[in-house]
């Protein structure tokens, strides 16, 4: 976890930076007040050690702590005690990045007060999408208990309770505590909300004492001086000039990506790529999380030039060879070890192997997702079907050790997420797999050597794919790797922040004609 040394003396330097700013702003005093920014594969964060004063404290005294709230040097340095509270709230939403706690007297005496800060005026809209939330005061319970964590646990609570964005409503107050900020983009910009949150709780008062009757600004007033600075159709500030690319490989990932929410690849898309194909003789290329011979229907339509990267490039698969050409399988000793672990758990999952899909449920319940791979089966055409099985997870005749696994997937949607936890918590000591999300309602387990970007390391050494002239497009963690290793990469509009980043461009979302407006005139 910890070897990119650059990465971690960078983290370490960005949050030691952000904590200066917070005393330099005059928003915290003494030892009061820290700041936290999360890694870019979100498994640890640096914060602000305990206790320590500003004037003395340096970079290397910034602690890196995991999402369990785990330290992960040894040092006789104490994180902030708030690391659990920073903590759960990077498990909530996996768009913030970097996490504020002050103790600044604007914010804390309406805090305090137990009151939400309203939105008066343009400068609060400007920022703040409606009223500042103040969340309820903890129990007597809860204090007593993992006081910290239960801070955290009472922010979420009332995000939830009133449907609040995270990142459109990027603080909090904690009744008689103090307010909390994030950012969904970098630790200094989440001081810089802290501060203006201490300028438009300052206003707020201001404004009471003058006017006590004063309620909110008009709603669509607050409306428009947000969405001019954050809306999709955003123009406040100087616009980017758009680059000019050119390429002549695309490469596009399927769900989520090429294929809407109803698992259809959108007309407009398929026009745009055929035109790319036909007339400006583009190479089309899938790179999938699926295994080969579930993607037929969608190979039919695009029509790829090179073999499908499938199961995240553990299998590449030649349509045109009929022959997989490249496999990766999970080590036969670890891969029972997987399954032994999956099924002890009572974890709906699957395995893929290089020619068909295995499914594990307890009693052989059919939930969710495999009434989704049974009714998807049913309406292919029959060439384009596969082989599935189903099976019960307590099934002990099954022999894991004559397949060659080249994946499994965790159905996190229908399985006890604690069972979940123990699952992950046992695979955490592999070093032959990795885990990643495909998709919020997975978890896929990984040999490692194997994910798309290596996969398109293969076609560029065995079919002389340039990836110096290639672009991809992509939604999701797995994706990242292939936007790494091509000189373009597109993330789609409802992609986590994190992926967004990795990406040159974002655009629109997959239901949308994204694809094709972002392609049109690059034929």
Same mark, same amino acid.
């Given at each position: 976890?910890?070897?990119?040394?650059?990465?971690?003396?960078?983290?370490?330097?960005?949050?030691? *930076?952000?904590? !200066?700013?917070?005393?330099?702003?005059?928003?915290?005093?003494?030892?009061?007040?820290?700041?936290?920014?999360?890694?870019?594969?979100?498994?640890?964060?640096?914060?602000?050690?305990?206790?320590?004063?500003?004037?003395? !404290?340096?970079?290397?005294?910034?602690?890196?702590?995991?999402?369990?709230?785990?330290?992960? &040097?040894?040092?006789?340095?104490?994180?902030?005690?708030?690391?659990?509270?920073?903590?759960?709230?990077?498990?909530?939403?996996?768009?913030?990045?970097?996490?504020?706690?002050?103790?600044?007297?604007?914010?804390?005496?309406?805090?305090?007060?137990?009151?939400?800060?309203?939105?008066?005026?343009?400068?609060?809209?400007?920022?703040?999408?409606?009223?500042?939330?103040?969340?309820?005061?903890?129990?007597?319970?809860?204090?007593?208990?993992?006081? *910290?964590?239960?801070?955290?646990?009472?922010?979420?609570?009332?995000?939830?309770?009133?449907?609040?964005?995270?990142?459109?409503?990027?603080?909090?107050?904690?009744?008689?505590?103090?307010?909390?900020?994030?950012?969904?983009?970098?630790?200094? #910009?989440?001081?810089?909300?802290?501060?203006?949150?201490?300028?438009?709780?300052?206003?707020?008062?201001?404004?009471?004492?003058?006017?006590?009757?004063?309620?909110?600004?008009?709603?669509?007033?607050?409306?428009?001086?947000?969405?001019?600075?954050?809306?999709?159709?955003?123009?406040?500030?100087?616009?980017?000039? &758009?680059?000019?690319?050119?390429?002549?490989?695309?490469?596009?990932?399927?769900?989520?990506?090429?294929?809407?929410?109803?698992?259809?690849?959108?007309?407009?898309?398929?026009?745009?790529?055929?035109?790319?194909?036909?007339?400006?003789?583009?190479?089309?290329?899938?790179?999938?999380?699926?295994?080969?011979?579930?993607?037929?229907?969608?190979?039919?339509?695009?029509?790829?030039?090179?073999?499908?990267?499938?199961?995240?490039?553990?299998?590449?698969? #030649?349509?045109?060879?009929?022959?997989?050409?490249?496999?990766?399988?999970?080590?036969?000793?670890?891969?029972?070890?997987?399954?032994?672990?999956?099924?002890? &758990?009572?974890?709906?999952?699957?395995?893929?192997?290089?020619?068909?899909?295995?499914?594990?449920?307890?009693?052989?319940?059919?939930?969710?997702?495999?009434?989704?791979?049974?009714?998807?089966?049913?309406?292919? *055409?029959?060439? *384009?079907?596969?082989?599935?099985?189903?099976?019960?997870?307590?099934?002990?005749?099954?022999?894991?050790?004559?397949?060659?696994?080249?994946?499994?997937? !965790?159905?996190?949607?229908?399985?006890?997420?604690?069972?979940?936890?123990?699952?992950?918590?046992?695979?955490?000591?592999?070093?032959?797999?990795?885990?990643?999300?495909?998709?919020?309602?997975?978890?896929?387990?990984?040999?490692?050597?194997?994910?798309?970007? #290596?996969?398109?390391?293969?076609?560029?050494?065995?079919?002389?794919?340039?990836?110096?002239?290639?672009?991809?497009?992509?939604?999701?963690?797995?994706?990242?790797?292939?936007?790494?290793?091509?000189?373009?990469?597109?993330?789609?509009?409802?992609? #986590?922040?994190?992926?967004?980043?990795?990406?040159?461009?974002?655009?629109?979302?997959?239901?949308?004609?994204?694809?094709?407006?972002?392609?049109?005139?690059?034929?």
């Amino acid at each position: 976890m910890l070897k990119n040394k650059e990465q971690i003396a960078k983290l370490k330097q960005e949050v030691y *930076e952000a904590n !200066m700013l917070l005393y330099k702003y005059k928003l915290a005093i003494h030892t009061w007040g820290n700041v936290s920014a999360i890694s870019e594969d979100r498994k640890f964060m640096a914060i602000k050690p305990s206790g320590i004063a500003y004037e003395t !404290m340096t970079a290397d005294d910034m602690v890196l702590v995991d999402l369990d709230n785990n330290l992960l &040097e040894n040092k006789a340095i104490n994180p902030s005690s708030d690391t659990p509270t920073h903590a759960l709230l990077y498990k909530q939403d996996s768009r913030i990045k970097a996490i504020v706690h002050t103790h600044s007297p604007y914010a804390v005496a309406w805090a305090q007060a137990g009151q939400d800060i309203p939105c008066l005026g343009t400068t609060h809209a400007d920022n703040f999408y409606g009223s500042v939330p103040c969340a309820r005061e903890l129990s007597d319970e809860e204090i007593n208990g993992q006081y *910290e964590h239960n801070t955290g646990l009472v922010i979420v609570e009332h995000f939830l309770k009133n449907k609040l964005d995270f990142i459109a409503n990027s603080a909090c107050l904690v009744k008689e505590h103090g307010p909390f900020v994030w950012s969904g983009k970098s630790a200094t #910009d989440a001081v810089n909300l802290a501060l203006t949150l201490e300028e438009i709780a300052k206003m707020a008062l201001f404004t009471k004492q003058i006017n006590p009757n004063a309620k909110h600004a008009n709603l669509t007033l607050q409306n428009k001086h947000y969405q001019r600075k954050h809306g999709k159709n955003a123009y406040y500030g100087q616009k980017r000039k &758009e680059k000019k690319i050119s390429f002549q490989n695309i490469v596009f990932d399927l769900d989520g990506t090429l294929l809407d929410k109803d698992k259809n690849i959108l007309n407009s898309t398929l026009s745009i790529l055929n035109q790319l194909h036909q007339q400006a003789n583009k190479k089309l290329i899938i790179a999938t999380g699926r295994p080969w011979y579930f993607t037929k229907r969608y190979i039919s339509q695009v029509k790829p030039d090179l073999p499908i990267i499938s199961c995240n490039g553990s299998l590449i698969y #030649d349509f045109k060879a009929k022959k997989v050409i490249f496999i990766n399988p999970i080590e036969s000793k670890i891969a029972k070890f997987v399954f032994d672990v999956l099924k002890k &758990e009572e974890i709906t999952f699957l395995i893929y192997s290089d020619q068909q899909i295995y499914a594990f449920s307890k009693n052989k319940e059919k939930k969710d997702w495999f009434i989704w791979l049974e009714k998807t089966q049913k309406a292919l *055409e029959k060439e *384009e079907q596969f082989d599935i099985d189903f099976f019960d997870t307590a099934n002990s005749d099954f022999d894991i050790n004559k397949l060659k696994v080249v994946k499994f997937l !965790m159905i996190k949607s229908d399985s006890n997420l604690k069972n979940i936890e123990n699952a992950v918590e046992q695979f955490k000591n592999l070093d032959k797999i990795y885990l990643l999300s495909s998709s919020p309602k997975v978890i896929d387990i990984m040999p490692v050597g194997s994910s798309k970007g #290596d996969g398109l390391k293969i076609l560029a050494k065995d079919f002389n794919l340039e990836l110096n002239a290639t672009i991809s497009f992509g939604d999701e963690a797995n994706d990242v790797s292939m936007f790494e290793v091509c000189k373009y990469s597109v993330a789609m509009g409802q992609a #986590d922040h994190y992926v967004r980043e990795k990406a040159s461009f974002s655009i629109e979302n997959h239901n949308s004609d994204a694809i094709f407006n972002f392609l049109k005139d690059k034929i």
